[in-house]
């Protein structure tokens, strides 16, 4: 059977397959089910142990919207969404389905899987050249130009695939998940979707910049995607996409098995995903700038406690399942509380005005227990700076048409949205649940795993782990 969910599903097909853990919508392993046609949960294996899935409906509507094709190529959201690969898609899913259908499946589509919407792709060797960025990194193409009132122009795209030009850049990225949509306060890795309303009432502390209800924002990125990756020829009705977004925003999906671990709620432990459906978030929450927007307090660098009672396994216990259970509460020690000079970051270091700030990691990933941004905070860490570039990845040269200045980058990033030159680099952060389940990582995919992650802050910021420190955050990013 098929690991990605296919079409359309019937649902006499679903009844036939009641009790089945493995079914046509896809390879669910561990799937426990109602005794309705929607299963209470999907798990999914990954290098690291298992993840689950749970809504906020008490059950997985696999009826909903987002499972079903509307547009003219064969593809729903699920084709990019895939709920056993951490509700993204992961180079080994896309691997598996090329082999399975010679490259036919609707994510192998010229529109944004292939290298090149002029790609050669009639035989099987050409589509596996063709879409080599999906196929190695899980990267989908996407095209956007630059702006015409922009501060800066295009001297030069050093394209490998030959189709790039200022009209439309080609940017790899990985599609985010959706999932844990509850802990987001931005939509899309440059934020392209995040819009500004002066009515709202999430605004930036003591300013007058006001955002969007993430539910607004997701309605309008579901009828993107379906114009733009489905190909479709209309727009999504209003219900139509009320009805993706209330799926979307229900779904709730955290590590709950590690290897070596075990359970995650063992021994006192509050990892996995049942307790994210009840756990509180709003804007602003724990703000690293403003403090807390709702209680006043300040900003809290303690900001994942999931794994407080395993602090007490030491990494001399016999017993392997402690040592494991104590490697992470390590890590977590050292996500909240490892400093950080941080150097050269735009959107901190100039924003603030300071050369260097000492933090941790959860300067950046402050909101409690999910590791998300709790405002919206586009950040260049230098992912796309081109000492970074590897050889698969486009090269654009931009120029400031005021000073002259030129810089080098894989990805413009929010530039590419605001016009602006300091916007250069700049993408939001993930929410860290459920990381294991979606490797590689970063907006381009240029981390293979977790630990290629972790190399890049300690290499980017001179944190100076020991091997020891690098495995334990390694394990405790893994179990969240």
């Keep these: 059977m098929n690991r990605w969910l296919v079409v359309s599903i019937s649902l006499s097909l679903l009844q036939m397959?009641?009790?089945?853990?493995?079914?046509?919508?896809?390879?669910?392993?561990?799937?426990?089910?109602?005794?309705?046609?929607?299963?209470?949960?999907?798990?999914?294996?990954n290098r690291y142990g298992t993840d689950r899935t749970y809504s906020s409906a008490g059950f997985i509507d696999l009826n909903n919207a987002f499972f079903k094709p509307f547009?003219?190529?064969?593809?729903?959201?699920?084709?990019?969404?895939?709920?056993?690969?951490?509700?993204?898609?992961?180079?080994?899913?896309?691997?598996?389905?090329?082999?399975?259908?010679?490259?036919?499946?609707?994510?192998?589509?010229?529109?944004?899987?292939?290298?090149?919407?002029?790609?050669?792709?009639?035989?099987?060797?050409?589509?596996?050249?063709?879409?080599?960025?999906?196929?190695?990194?899980?990267?989908?193409?996407?095209?956007?130009?630059?702006?015409a009132d922009a501060e800066f122009e295009l001297v030069e795209a050093d394209?490998?695939?030959?189709?790039?030009?200022?009209?439309?850049?080609?940017?790899?990225?990985?599609?985010?998940?959706?999932?844990?949509?509850?802990?987001?306060?931005?939509?899309?890795?440059?934020?392209?979707?995040?819009?500004?309303?002066?009515?709202?009432?999430?605004?930036?502390?003591?300013?007058?910049?006001?955002?969007?209800?993430?539910?607004?924002?997701?309605?309008?990125?579901?009828?993107?995607?379906?114009?733009?990756?489905?190909?479709?020829?209309?727009?999504?009705?209003?219900?139509?996409?009320?009805?993706?977004?209330?799926?979307?925003?229900?779904?709730?999906?955290?590590?709950?098995?590690?290897?070596?671990?075990?359970?995650?709620?063992?021994?006192g432990a509050r990892g996995g995903s049942r307790t994210l459906i009840d756990q509180v978030y709003y804007f602003g929450m724990n703000d690293t700038l403003a403090g807390d927007y709702r209680t006043g307090k300040p900003f809290n660098p303690i900001v994942i406690s999931l794994y407080d009672t395993w602090t007490r396994f030491s990494s001399r216990s016999r017993d392997s399942r402690e040592k494991a259970r104590g490697a992470i509460a390590r890590g977590q020690a050292l996500f909240n509380n490892k400093p950080i000079k941080i150097r050269g970051v735009k959107g901190?270091?100039?924003?603030?005005?300071?050369?260097?700030?000492?933090?941790?990691?959860?300067?950046?990933?402050?909101?409690?227990?999910?590791?998300?941004?709790?405002?919206?905070?586009p950040l260049d860490i230098g992912i796309s700076d081109a000492s970074r570039r590897a050889p698969d990845m486009p090269l654009y040269t931009l120029r400031n048409k005021t000073t002259g200045e030129t810089i080098q980058t894989t990805d413009p990033g929010r530039a590419l949205i605001t016009?602006?030159?300091?916007?250069?680099?700049?993408?939001?952060?993930?929410?860290?649940?459920?990381?294991?389940?979606?490797?590689?990582?970063?907006?381009?995919?240029?981390?293979?795993?977790?630990?290629?992650?972790?190399d890049f802050y300690n290499t980017r910021f001179s944190i100076g782990l020991t091997d020891r420190e690098k495995a334990d955050l390694a394990a405790f990013l893994a179990a969240l």
């Design 17 to 45: 397959a009641a009790t089945a853990k493995v079914f046509a919508s896809g390879d669910f392993t561990e799937i426990n089910r109602s005794r309705s046609e929607n299963p209470v949960s999907i798990s999914g294996s």
């Design 71 to 147: 547009g003219t190529n064969g593809r729903t959201c699920a084709s990019c969404h895939v709920p056993t690969e951490g509700w993204a898609i992961t180079p080994k899913g896309i691997k598996e389905r090329f082999e399975k259908t010679a490259g036919m499946d609707p994510v192998f589509r010229l529109v944004d899987g292939a290298n090149s919407p002029l790609a050669d792709v009639s035989t099987v060797e050409k589509r596996r050249r063709a879409y080599s960025m999906l196929l190695n990194k899980a990267n989908i193409r996407v095209g956007i130009g630059i702006p």
């Design 419 to 454: 016009g602006r030159w300091k916007d250069i680099g700049r993408f939001k952060g993930p929410v860290l649940r459920a990381l294991a389940s979606r490797p590689p990582y970063f907006h381009d995919g240029s981390a293979k795993d977790i630990a290629a992650a972790i």
């Design 348 to 377: 901190i270091n100039d924003d603030l005005g300071v050369d260097v700030l000492t933090g941790t990691c959860t300067t950046c990933h402050n909101t409690p227990n999910s590791g998300n941004h709790s405002t919206p905070m």
């Design 159 to 267: 394209d490998p695939y030959g189709f790039a030009s200022a009209a439309e850049l080609s940017l790899f990225r990985r599609p985010m998940p959706t999932t844990n949509l509850k802990f987001i306060s931005a939509v899309m890795w440059e934020g392209r979707e995040t819009t500004l309303d002066p009515t709202s009432i999430d605004c930036i502390y003591g300013t007058t910049t006001c955002f969007s209800p993430i539910s607004f924002d997701l309605s309008t990125q579901a009828n993107h995607a379906t114009l733009g990756h489905a190909e479709a020829l209309a727009d999504l009705t209003q219900a139509e996409r009320d009805e993706i977004v209330a799926f979307e925003m229900g779904l709730f999906t955290a590590q709950v098995k590690d290897n070596a671990a075990g359970s995650l709620t063992d021994d």
